[in-house]
C-alpha cells in the first residue's frame, strides 16, 4: 500500500531540529515581552472577506495565494495566509481599539500561516510567523522603537552584522494615487518591455512592478516616477524624524525607494530586514505603517503599524550561520538505569528529582534489559549522567553515579546526598 505523504510544502518539525526553534520562539518571546507587547491568539480559519477586504484584491495572496473552501455550511472560508487581518479584526471585536480615541494596544502572535507558492527554501506552504502590531501611535516614535526592538532582537541572536534594514515611506493614500498615475502613464508608454506578470499589475497594481525580478522590467525602473517625489508633507516629515531617530538610536538602515511591499494596506513607512545568506528568500522581517487598515475593515481611523517575521528563515541563518548554543543539542540530563524489580523506586527518585532541580531533564529506564543494556541506552540518549538503581542499592538506600560524557570515576552515594550531587554539578 502506498504511505501517505506530508502536503507539499508543509513540514514536519522533528525532535532534533525542535531545539533550535525553541530557543528561537523563547529568545523572541523574552525580547517582545521586555518591550511591553501582549499576546494574542486567533483562529487559524477566518472568513474568506476577511482577506479580500483587508489584504487587498489585487494581491498575490489574494490573488492566488490563499487556501480557500467552502465549508459544510456553504461558508467561505480561507487558512490565514498572515496574521495582521485577524489580528484587526479580533481588536474590533472585543473593543480593543476605541476609547474616545485614547486606546493604545502592542501586541505580539506567531503561529502557522497558509500560502499556495512554489515551495523552494525559505519559502513553504506552511510556515511560520511572529507578528507584532501595535495601535493607536500615530507618530514616527513608535516605527523606531518597533525597529530599535528588532535590532536589539538580531543583536541577541548573533544576526544583527548580517542583516540590513531597507526602508522606504509610501506616503498617503492621495500621494500614492497621484504617483500611481504617473506610474500608468509610464510603464504604458514602455508597455512592451514589461514582463506579463507586469502587465496584468499595471492597472491593477501598478506599484507591485517594482517587485519584479524580470531584467527588462527592471531596465525600466531608473526612468520610473518616484513615490518619493510625490511624498504628502505629513508623510515626509514623519519619514524625516523617524530616520533621525534611528540614526540618534544606532539603528543603521538604507532608504530603498523601490521597496513597496506586497499588500495594499501599508501607508507611510514599510521596511524589511533583508540578508544575502538565503539566497533568493532574503527577507527575513518586513512590515509598515497601515494607517487605513482598521477603517477599511469596518472600525474608527485607528493609526497602527506591524510587522512579521519568518520563523523558518530565521531557523535557517542560525543553523547555517552556527548561532545555535551548543549546549541545545543536549536533550536530556540524566538517565535513571533500573535494573530488577525497582521500577516504581526509580520512578520516585526521578520525580524527586525534577522537583529539586528545576529544569533538570530525567529519563527513567523503560522496558526490560539487563544493566549492559540499559548503559547502552543511557549512553545513547545523550545525558551526561546515568543513575544506577538496583535491589541492593535499593536496599542500603543508595544511588550509583557514572559519569557519560567526562573521564570520572563512578560513585555511589546515599539517596540523601543525592541533590547535593546536583547542586555542585
Ligand atoms: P516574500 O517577498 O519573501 O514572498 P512577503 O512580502 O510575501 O515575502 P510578508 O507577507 O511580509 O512576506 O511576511 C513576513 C515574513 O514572513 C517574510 O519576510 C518572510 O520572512 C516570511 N514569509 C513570507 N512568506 C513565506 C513563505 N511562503 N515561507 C516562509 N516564510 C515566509
Ligand atoms: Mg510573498
Known amino acids: 500500500m502506498k504511505k501517505i505523504q506530508a502536503i507539499t510544502g508543509m513540514k514536519d518539525l522533528l ?42 484584491e489585487a494581491t498575490d495572496i489574494v490573488e492566488k495565494e490563499m487556501y480557500t473552501f467552502e465549508d459544510r455550511n456553504g461558508d467561505m472560508l480561507t487558512l490565514r495566509p498572515e496574521g495582521t487581518a485577524s489580528c484587526v479584526r479580533a481588536c474590533e471585536q472585543h473593543q480593543m ?26 519559502r513553504l506552504r506552511q ?19 518597533l525597529l530599535q526592538m528588532t535590532a536589539s532582537l538580531w543583536r541577541k541572536l548573533g544576526l544583527l552584522e548580517h542583516v540590513t534594514l531597507q526602508i522606504n515611506s509610501l506616503g498617503n493614500a492621495d500621494a500614492r494615487k497621484a504617483h500611481r ?15 506579463e506578470d507586469s502587465q496584468r499589475r499595471l492597472h491593477t497594481n501598478p506599484l507591485r512592478i517594482f517587485d519584479s525580478k524580470v531584467d527588462s522590467t527592471r531596465a525600466l525602473f531608473a526612468q520610473a516616477p518616484m513615490l518619493s517625489d510625490f511624498l504628502d508633507d505629513d508623510s515626509r516629515e514623519h519619514f524625516a524624524a523617524l530616520l533621525k531617530l534611528l540614526d540618534q538610536l544606532g539603528v543603521n538602515y538604507e532608504v530603498n525607494p523601490l521597496l513597496v511591499r506586497g499588500l495594499d494596506y501599508y501607508s507611510k513607512t514599510v ?42 528563515r530565521l531557523v535557517l541563518m542560525l543553523t547555517e550561520l552556527d548561532l545555535v548554543p551548543a549546549q541545545l543539542a543536549q536533550q536530556l540530563d540524566v538517565y535513571i538505569v533500573a535494573v530488577g524489580d ?24 523503560c522496558g526490560g534489559g539487563n544493566f549492559r543494556a540499559q548503559m547502552k541506552k543511557a549512553d545513547k540518549s545523550g545525558a551526561s549522567v546515568a543513575l544506577v538503581l ?36
Not at 100 to 120: A, D, I, N, V
Not at 280 to 309: H, N, S, W
Request: proline share 3%; with cysteine; glycine share 12%.
Open 15 to 56: 525532535p532534533g531540529d525542535s531545539p533550535v526553534w525553541q530557543y528561537l520562539e523563547s529568545s523572541i518571546r523574552s525580547v517582545l515581552l521586555s518591550y511591553g507587547y501582549r499576546e494574542m491568539r486567533f483562529p487559524l480559519l477566518e472568513q474568506t472577506e476577511l482577506f479580500k477586504r483587508g489584504i487587498g
Open 271 to 312: 521596511f524589511e530586514w533583508v540578508t544575502d545568506k538565503l539566497g533568493a528568500q532574503g527577507t527575513i522581517c518586513g512590515g509598515g505603517r497601515y494607517d487605513g487598515l482598521v477603517e477599511q475593515l469596518g472600525g474608527k481611523q485607528t493609526p497602527a503599524i506591524g510587522f512579521g517575521m519568518g520563523v523558518e
Open 342 to 365: 525497582v521500577k516504581a523506586e526509580a520512578m520516585s527518585l526521578a520525580d524527586k528529582l525534577r522537583d529539586q532541580h528545576s529544569g533538570l531533564r530525567v529519563q527513567v529506564h
Open 127 to 145: 510556515f511560520h510567523q511572529f507578528g507584532v502590531e501595535a495601535f493607536g501611535f500615530a507618530g514616527p516614535d513608535i516605527d523606531a522603537e
Open 390 to 425: 538496583g535491589e541492593d542499592e535499593v536496599a542500603r538506600n543508595e544511588v550509583g553515579i557514572k559519569y557519560l560524557r567526562e573521564e570520572r570515576e563512578q560513585q555511589t552515594v546515599s539517596t540523601d546526598a543525592l541533590a547535593a550531587v546536583f547542586n555542585q554539578e
Open 181 to 195: 498615475q504617473a506610474l500608468i502613464s509610464y510603464f504604458e508608454a514602455h508597455k512592451d518591455k514589461l514582463d
Open 97 to 122: 481599539l476605541f476609547d474616545r480615541g485614547t486606546l493604545t494596544q502592542k501586541l505580539w502572535y506567531s503561529g502557522p500561516m497558509f500560502r499556495h507558492e512554489k515551495p523552494q527554501k525559505g
